[in-house]
């Protein structure tokens, strides 16, 4: 079973990136199918899908936020990463990585707080 977990600071300033590493044991992140995404679920809203990295490295983003989000990964470490740039107080939220396989069964980690604020 796929497990995640999520790491990086709690605390970005405004205009800062924010920096986040998922660290994902029990498969490949290369394996076939899979794709890994950042979800996030700002204080008393709902969850926001933000991109993910495929199998393959391919890359999709939410339109809303494509300009200032990338999504990378480290085959060897099996990790993904997200960076948001020029970070605003409306991107505090809880940050999750979730796996998703070809099968539809998805994976997520325990979520990980991020406060922007100077």
């Known amino acids: 079973q796929v497990q995640l977990q999520e790491s990086g600071p709690g605390l970005v300033k405004p205009s800062q990136t924010l920096s986040l590493t998922c660290t994902v044991s029990?498969?490949?992140?290369?394996?076939?199918?899979?794709?890994w995404s950042w979800i996030r679920q700002p204080p008393g809203k709902g969850l926001e899908w933000m991109g993910w990295?495929?199998?393959?490295?391919?890359?999709y983003y939410s339109p809303s936020l494509k300009r200032r989000t990338s999504i990378s990964w480290n085959t060897y470490k099996n990790e993904f990463f997200l960076q948001l740039s020029s970070a605003t107080p409306e991107d505090t939220a809880v940050y999750y990585c979730?796996?998703?396989?070809?099968?539809?069964?998805?994976?997520w980690g325990q979520g990980t707080q991020v406060t922007v604020s100077s």
């Open positions: 029990g498969d490949s992140i290369t394996t076939d199918g899979y794709a």
């Open positions: 990295i495929a199998y393959d490295g391919s890359t």
């Open positions: 979730v796996s998703l396989s070809a099968r539809g069964r998805s994976s």
